[in-house]
């Protein structure tokens, strides 16, 4: 049996799978998000730890599986923060996630020392403050005594390895996230943090996905309950490994949508697939020789649950569900209300640290189903505009698999698919999709498996939802209206900025 854990925004999902990667079950255990004023988002890494910690020895308690059955596991996790480590591989400071963005003013002074053109050309990424790199450089700025004990920075999932094994290295799925990676040379771009004025020391070394990274020290199979010695493989960064669960391993697989606290539209390729507009970005998959072309917005799943916990507070059962299917019949874009699902800044397509969430046209009528209609139609027009992207760039989208928790939605996928004009099926793997694609790494990196393709047999299509073709014509005119609204107010977004 294999274990894949999965470090998401929220908590770390333990998962239990056959040696071919077939999920058997799985185990989450939350930890605490730190949001401030000012674009603030951390998290402590020892938080972390202890949930994985807790995770596995539950996971083996629940299905009665003894550590001598465990062999091997791997991790996918949260990509674009930063851990800042000290010489003794301590952290020196919370982690930087990826909702933080603080690093405005060093991604500025990035962008006109390497020019934006040229940096996406290396990265195949926008240099961005939602990235790894030039948080980096704002703890530097602004931390200098914090800065002067970093001695490593690495990702999530790294850190976690490094407390497994003992080794801190990275791969290249998730140094693809850093904004410090030369993706046409596979290695840390000597031009980019020579104009960051950061040391590439202070990062690891780059190993394949697959790579068997070490085994379980005494002290780390004591905390998790396995055994000294089970292998670790290296796994990779969640969106990749997401790509991997939900069976898009090769040019031919389709495409797929995760609705997690980001969301995102991917596919894979054999090549980076670069947007003149820089609207979209590709990461390294996980899988050798290919690529993971991706419009990744902030704020997805994290726009549903924002609007549930203001709507219904409280952790009352499964208030999603309620919420969601209560706007069934509701009306929004058809009623002349939007929003602007930009609660952490944008990604995909904008690129702008400063936008913010809106509702707009909102009327005395107006009521919780109709705001709650409002949102799930907000990211699906915003996730358009991505799939829009890929499509004037010669990719194919013409159905989209999703996964993640916002994927048990009935409502949701409907609405996906007539906003898209596209199937949107759901896979039988809907949250363990991260995990999936670890524990698939794992048989790979182990041997159990002969390749990547076994994934397609691990999991089915449970549900399809197909556009209606009159109501699919008028969200693209709804579309139109939603994309001007936000450049009508992106002078005010960008006001706003500057006043904080």
């Known amino acids: 049996m294999l274990i894949a854990h999965d470090l998401g925004t929220t908590g770390n999902k333990a998962s239990l799978h056959e040696d071919d990667g077939r999920l058997i079950g799985s185990v989450t255990v939350p930890y605490p998000t730190r949001f401030a004023p000012g674009g603030v988002a951390e998290q402590d890494p020892y938080d972390w730890w202890e949930a994985l910690a807790t995770a596995t020895r539950s996971l083996l308690v629940r299905h009665g599986v003894s550590a001598s059955a465990v062999r091997g596991l791997a991790v996918s996790g949260q990509m674009m923060g930063a851990v800042l480590l000290d010489a003794q591989y301590r952290p020196v400071r919370p982690s930087i996630i990826w909702a933080d963005r603080r690093s405005t003013e060093q991604c500025d002074a990035l962008t006109k020392r390497v020019g934006a053109q040229r940096a996406y050309a290396t990265l195949g990424h926008q240099l961005n403050p939602t990235y790894s790199l030039t948080k980096v450089m704002w703890v530097r700025d602004h931390e200098p005594q914090v800065f002067a004990a970093v001695r490593h920075v690495c990702l999530a999932k790294d850190y976690v390895v490094f407390r497994l094994t003992g080794r801190l290295v990275t791969d290249p799925s998730d140094a693809s996230s850093t904004n410090a990676y030369d993706q046409t040379r596979g290695t840390w771009s000597s031009e980019i943090l020579a104009a960051a004025e950061i040391d590439a020391a202070l990062l690891p070394e780059i190993v394949p996905s697959t790579s068997v990274v070490g085994t379980l020290t005494a002290q780390a199979a004591g905390a998790i309950g396995l055994l000294p010695g089970t292998p670790v493989v290296m796994g990779g960064g969640d969106g990749p490994l997401a790509a991997v669960g939900a069976g898009v391993v090769s040019e031919n697989d389709g495409a797929y949508c995760y609705l997690g606290s980001s969301s995102w539209v991917s596919l894979a390729a054999r090549r980076p697939l670069h947007d003149p507009a820089m609207r979209t970005m590709t990461f390294d998959h996980v899988v050798p020789g290919h690529y993971v072309p991706t419009a990744t917005m902030q704020a997805g799943g994290a726009s549903l649950q924002w609007i549930t916990e203001i709507l219904e507070p409280g952790e009352a059962g499964d208030r999603f569900r309620r919420v969601v299917e209560a706007a069934r019949t509701a009306t929004a874009a058809e009623d002349g209300l939007y929003f602007l699902p930009h609660l952490l800044g944008e990604r995909s397509p904008y690129w702008n640290p400063d936008a913010a969430g ?13 705001l709650t209609r409002a949102v799930l139609e907000g990211v699906a027009f915003n996730l358009l505009t991505c799939i829009d992207a890929f499509r004037e760039n010669g990719a194919e989208v013409r159905r989209v698999d999703a996964i993640g928790g916002g994927a048990a939605s009935d409502v949701w996928l409907q609405i996906l698919a007539d906003v898209w004009g596209c199937t949107v099926r759901r896979r039988s793997i809907v949250e363990e999709a991260n995990s999936l694609g670890a524990a698939v790494t794992a048989a ?41 609204a936000y450049q009508r107010l992106e002078p005010w977004f960008e006001g706003r900025g500057s006043a904080r």
């Open 444 to 484: 790979v990196g182990l041997g159990l498996v002969d390749d990547f393709g076994v994934v397609r047999g691990l999991s089915e299509v449970t549900a399809e939802f197909t556009p209606e073709p009159g109501r699919h014509a008028a969200y693209q005119e709804r579309h139109t209206v939603f994309l001007d």
């Open 358 to 370: 809106a509702f707009l046209g909102i009327g005395r009528h107006h009521n919780r189903e109709h």
